[in-house]
């Protein structure tokens, strides 16, 4: 089976839009979405509705979607964030704040563990690709052969193999990382709708099961729309303006 593993789609309907046009292409049959699905963006609503209505589909939260739902504090976030997670908490209807407020920023499928930042502080860590020590201490914390991650917004893979060694790097547009025999994997997508490694594309990763590789896909989308979106709604400006360039 294919898994899309999709993370940081922060409101932003025209790059969820694209990202799941790809994935339908490549016969998606299940999805994980790591947290952050709000924040940032101006479609919290139709974003949340668009991801719970997916068939198969794991959520987990991310540190936006707990400070949407009052579960995570303000001051942990810059202004322009705080001042987005406020104008999302004042817009979320009923029925998606009650979706959000049952997501943790964990949760184990019969496939991966899935977290948000990392198995040892799954809401706020950030593994950066070189944060090789980060890694370690992630493979460490617990038992698991694959691992998926989010909340950098930048493609990274860690893979240990069986003496211990870990390889780490950020992944282009089409990088494919495997397994090895009794190797351990971290890989994190990269962002849906606020990519930050300098592509603006909306990233994600496509992972088979059979063969244990993961493979990480840009898409293109309407950026023009989005910030259009972000700026009507009052939204911090800075906000749209790093869409273009995908910082
Ligand atoms: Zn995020």
């Known amino acids: 089976m294919r898994i899309a593993v999709l993370s940081d789609v922060h409101s932003n309907l025209e790059a969820l839009e694209a990202v799941l046009r790809a994935c339908e292409e490549h016969r998606a049959g299940a999805t994980y979405v790591l947290g952050d699905l709000v924040g940032y963006g101006a ?3 139709a974003v949340v509705d668009r991801l719970a209505g997916l068939p198969a589909a794991h959520l987990i939260a991310g540190n ?3 400070a949407a739902t009052d579960r995570f504090p303000l001051d942990w976030f810059n202004a322009a964030a ?3 997670v406020r104008w999302t908490t004042e817009r979320l209807t009923a029925s998606a704040r009650r979706l ?3 997501l943790e920023p964990r949760e184990r499928t019969g496939t991966a563990l899935l977290v948000h ?6 809401a706020t860590e950030y593994l950066m690709p070189w944060e090789e020590g980060g890694a370690a201490r992630s493979f460490d914390h617990e038992e698991f052969a694959l691992c998926f991650f989010g909340h950098t917004h930048v493609p990274t893979a860690f893979v240990r193999d069986r003496r211990g060694r870990i390889r780490a790097g950020a992944l282009q547009d089409g990088a494919v990382v495997e397994a090895q025999p009794e190797g351990r994997l971290m890989v994190n997508p990269g962002s849906v709708g606020q990519p930050r490694d300098g592509d603006p594309r909306a990233s994600f990763l496509m992972y088979d099961t059979e063969d244990r590789r ?9 950026v023009e729309e989005a910030q259009e979106k972000i ?3 009052g939204l911090p400006a800075a906000l749209a303006d790093r869409l273009a360039a995908g910082r």
């Not at 930042?117 to 799954?122: K, L, N, Q, T």
């Open 64 to 66: 936006h979607d707990l």
């Open 82 to 84: 705080a001042a987005a």
């Open 100 to 102: 959000l407020e049952g």
């Open 231 to 233: 700026r009507s709604a």
């Open 117 to 122: 930042g990392s198995p040892v502080e799954p």
């Open 43 to 45: 479609d919290p609503n």
């Open 214 to 222: 993961a493979a990480v896909h840009r898409v293109a989308y309407p």
